[in-house]
């Protein structure tokens, strides 16, 4: 199975930006679905955004349409979560996980998962 390894998580005010990154290790990305979750104190993990593995399609929950950007670079085995105008809430360890193809919105459906990076959002 691919392995994942998030990094690019920080502690900056409310309104900044910030790039996660995701790389893939052992084996091509090419076919796989990357998601990007988040978990914060207290809560259960929830759905961010999810790219296809052909990239044609993607999904973003509510709260972060607009803000955040999902993109992937197979040459570079490594998928991106840009996010802009951040908020407090937007606090969390954010994950990525990868599963065959397509997206899903369920946490359970994915095969692989990195680590986490810790996102702080604070004035």
């Known amino acids: 199975q691919v392995q994942l390894q998030e990094s690019g998580g920080g502690l900056l005010q409310p309104g900044g930006s910030l790039t996660l990154s995701c790389a893939a290790s052992?084996?091509?990305?090419?076919?796989?679905?990357i998601g990007w979750f988040r978990q914060a104190p207290g809560k259960e993990r929830e759905g961010v955004s999810c790219?296809?593995?052909?990239?044609?399609?993607?999904y973003y929950i509510d709260s972060v349409k607009g803000r955040f950007s999902i993109l992937r670079d197979n040459g570079q085995k490594t998928v991106y979560l840009q996010m802009n105008s951040l908020k407090p809430e937007d606090t969390a360890v954010y994950y990525c996980?990868?599963?065959?193809?397509?997206?899903?919105?369920?946490?359970?459906?994915?095969?692989?998962w990195g680590q986490g990076t810790q996102v702080t959002v604070s004035s």
């Open positions: 790219i296809r593995s052909s990239g044609s399609s993607t």
């Open positions: 996980a990868a599963r065959r193809i397509f997206c899903s919105r369920t946490s359970g459906d994915f095969v692989s």
């Open positions: 052992r084996f091509t990305v090419d076919d796989y679905a």
